[in-house]
Each structure stands twice: as structure tokens, then as C-alpha cells.
């Protein structure tokens, strides 16, 4: 079955470490997002990438890094410059980045501070 | 940006229709979206309109387009316990440097 996978689901974090997430899609998709919801809060997006090798910050990137190497990974890493890690993590891919065409999300990763 | 709006809260009784208010702040978007999240999990896309129509259905969802007024509703009909969740609505910025833009989402309880 074709879909977007995050793991691990949940993540624990040192102060001052740096810690890697997860996404991998076999959509065949060519843009995948990182978005970060808080309680309450609605999806903030981090980091958005509309084709391999190319990334762009959304609305709260500070803190925040992305690599896009291959088509079917786009890993998030919190770095320890991100004060206020804790957080509901999502990661979702669309078949183009216009918009034009719906995103599909994975299951999340919850991170939180040990 | 400007905020997409939501209602918090609704409450209803099973079997009664929901309706799921969202104001949106763009008159170019294309797509609007509805989207369902589950305690725990990721977004589930629930339905779509494109933004020359009125009204699309669903089954048991009805999307209703009020492009004048920038307003985006979502009718269940025949609400049951398994519709308890988070509802987002969401519009195309396409002019904007986030792609997708969600309200802060509607928490549906349904009351046996």
C-alpha cells in the first residue's frame, strides 16, 4: 500500500542534543512538508520542499533543518537551537506543490523533552 | 497571513447533522479542504471543492462554497460517535510562502 511513514511515533530529547525525524512517502510524490501542531493550535508549516535537492522555509523555521536527497525521504532535524521543541510532529507529500493537488499526512511524531 | 477561522468547539447529539463553520481569508484560492484528525494521528483528508462550484457531496458530507463571503461549510449528516474529532479546513495561498494554510481546527463531540 502506497503511503507516508514517520517513525518513530515518539521521541525524547536531551537539552542541547539534536535529534533527527523521519518521513518516507511511496506516493511517487514530487513535494512533501513538515508541519508542527501544538495543542489548541492549528498546522504550522517548518520547512516545504517542492522537488529533490530543493527546500524552502515556511513560517517557523528557526530552529529547524531539512534535507531532501532523494524523492522518497525528507528528514526534519530539531536542532538544540529550537527552544520549544515539544510538539506534535507531521510530515505530508502531494503530488505537485501547487496546491492544486491534496496532501496526504502520515501518523506524526510526538517529541518531547526529557 | 491572515488567520483562517474556526469555531473550537461542537457539540451534538448521535444522529443529529453537524456543521463545521470555516471563514478564509484568500479569494484566489483554487481548492478549499477538509480535513479529519483522530486523537494520536495524522490528518485524513475528508473532501475537497473547487472553488467554481457551490456545493459538493459526499455521502453522508455536504461542502457548502459562499465565495462572497470567504465562507466554507462542512454538513454531516447522521452524526455517529465514530465522527468525534478534530476538523481542519484549509485554502491554497498561492501567493503567500506556505502552500496550505489550516485553520486552528474545530473539536466535534458527539454525545451518545
Known amino acids: 500500500d502506497g503511503g507516508i511513514t514517520q517513525s518513530p511515533k515518539y521521541l525524547f530529547r536531551k537539552e542541547g542534543q539534536n535529534v533527527t525525524l523521519s518521513c518516507e512517502q511511496n506516493l511517487n510524490h514530487d513535494a512533501m512538508y513538515w508541519y508542527r501542531q501544538d495543542p489548541g493550535q492549528g498546522l504550522r508549516l517548518i520547512y516545504y520542499?517542492?522537488?529533490?535537492?530543493?527546500?524552502q522555509k515556511g513560517d517557523i523555521a528557526e530552529g529547524y533543518s531539512v534535507s531532501r536527497e532523494k524523492k522518497e525521504s525528507f528528514p526534519l532535524t530539531v536542532t538544540s537551537a529550537q527552544k520549544n521543541p515539544t510538539a506534535f510532529y507531521l510530515c505530508?507529500?502531494?503530488?505537485?506543490?501547487?496546491?492544486?493537488?491534496?496532501?496526504?499526512f502520515g501518523d506524526g511524531t510526538r517529541l518531547s523533552i526529557l | 497571513g491572515e488567520d483562517v477561522e474556526q469555531s473550537l468547539f461542537l457539540s451534538v447529539r448521535e444522529g443529529d447533522s453537524s456543521v463545521i463553520n470555516c471563514t478564509y481569508t484568500?479569494?484566489?484560492?483554487?481548492?478549499l479542504y477538509w480535513y479529519k484528525q483522530e486523537p494520536g494521528a495524522g490528518l485524513q483528508l475528508l473532501t475537497y471543492i473547487f472553488s467554481n462550484m457551490d456545493m459538493k457531496q459526499d455521502q453522508r458530507l455536504t461542502v457548502l462554497l459562499n465565495k462572497k463571503d470567504k465562507h466554507l461549510s462542512l454538513r454531516i449528516a447522521d452524526t455517529q460517535t465514530g465522527d468525534s474529532a478534530i476538523y481542519f479546513c484549509a485554502e491554497i495561498r498561492p501567493s503567500g510562502n506556505t502552500p496550505l494554510v489550516f485553520g486552528k481546527g474545530t473539536r466535534l463531540s458527539v454525545i451518545a
Open positions: 484568500d479569494s484566489s484560492s483554487t481548492y
Open positions: 520542499s517542492q522537488i529533490v535537492n530543493d527546500f
Open positions: 505530508a507529500s502531494s503530488y505537485d506543490g501547487t496546491g492544486n493537488q491534496p496532501q496526504h
